[in-house]
């Protein structure tokens, strides 16, 4: 059968033009300014958060441990809510460790480990208002806004500027 050069053609040149037309619309989408602003935040905030439960984990939860109550790591402590098959065998006093206990098959509650995640939130929680002080004090952009409580309205409300000598104020969208 001899070959139709007019259809494969065309056919190779509307693939490649749809191709071409999504391949920009991609570029036109993840190059605006504030998606590349998304994308960079996020990376520095995984980046930051890894430092902060790093700081959590390896210095400030060791010195906790120190408290003379304390006879082991805070993140290693845990309350056994219902005992596993061989919960003698490990010790007179039952289980030396979380894993242990888990493979077990006991029910744990490790109040410890949640105590580590609630002390990371409260530090990188801490550390982002900080910066956000500190970005403030020196660009003189106001980046943590104050909301204030309206007693007429009974909701939260941001300052946003002045108007005609009164301050005009924003509804806090929820």
Not at 33 to 56: H, M, P, Q, R, Y
Not at 85 to 95: I, L, N, R, V
Not at 136 to 158: L, P
């Amino acid at each position: 059968m001899p070959r139709l050069p007019d259809q494969e053609d065309n056919v190779v040149t509307r693939a490649r033009d749809r191709f071409k037309e999504a391949w920009d619309g991609f570029w036109d989408f993840a190059l605006r300014d504030n998606v590349l602003e998304v994308a960079i935040g996020l990376i520095i905030a995984a980046a930051f958060t890894k430092v902060v439960n790093s700081f959590v984990s390896d210095l400030f939860l060791p010195i906790i441990s120190l408290l003379p109550f304390l006879n082991r790591n805070l993140e290693d402590k845990f309350a056994v809510l219902r005992k596993g098959k061989h919960y003698s065998d490990w010790a007179p006093d039952g289980y030396n460790t979380l894993e242990q206990a888990r493979d077990d098959g006991a029910l744990v509650m490790a109040y410890g480990a949640f105590l580590n995640k609630v002390i990371s939130f409260f530090g990188i929680g801490l550390t982002l208002y900080t910066v956000g002080q500190v970005y403030t004090y020196f660009s003189e952009d106001v980046v943590i806004k104050r909301t204030v409580k309206c007693r007429q309205y009974d909701a939260s409300i941001v300052p946003v500027g002045w108007m005609e000598g009164k301050i005009k104020y924003a509804a806090k969208a929820f």
